[in-house]
């Protein structure tokens, strides 16, 4: 088993490594340093963010997120809340002049 601790100083420096033994061994492990559960595969993460009910990020979405933070901002917050945002977010980006 490995341990991954999202603080240690080898995962800041060169991440990669660690997250392809993580995709490959643990998809979805839980981090003991991090109090946080890791899925690390794209279709386990894309089908996670539309499961809102249940992998909901109310109570915020990083590891070390400010109590006022969480649900104040458009990805800390779950539909509906959300739903209100949906013109605006896609609305093209003007060209640059």
Not at 36 to 45: F, G, K, L, P
Not at 48 to 58: D, G, I, K, L, T
Not at 72 to 90: E, F
Request: proline fraction near 9%.
């Amino acid at each position: 088993m490995i341990a991954f601790d999202p603080y240690s100083r080898e995962v800041d420096i060169d991440p990669y490594p660690l997250y392809k033994q993580l995709r490959d061994e643990h998809p979805c492990y839980w981090s003991e340093a991090g109090d946080c559960w890791v899925i690390t595969r794209y279709e386990d993460i894309y089908n996670c963010v539309r499961n809102w009910e249940v992998f909901s990020s109310a109570k915020g979405n990083m590891l070390d997120d400010l109590e006022e933070r969480a649900g104040s901002t458009l990805g800390t917050t779950d539909p509906p809340g959300t739903i209100a945002c949906a013109p605006w977010c896609s609305l093209p980006l003007p060209s640059a002049a």
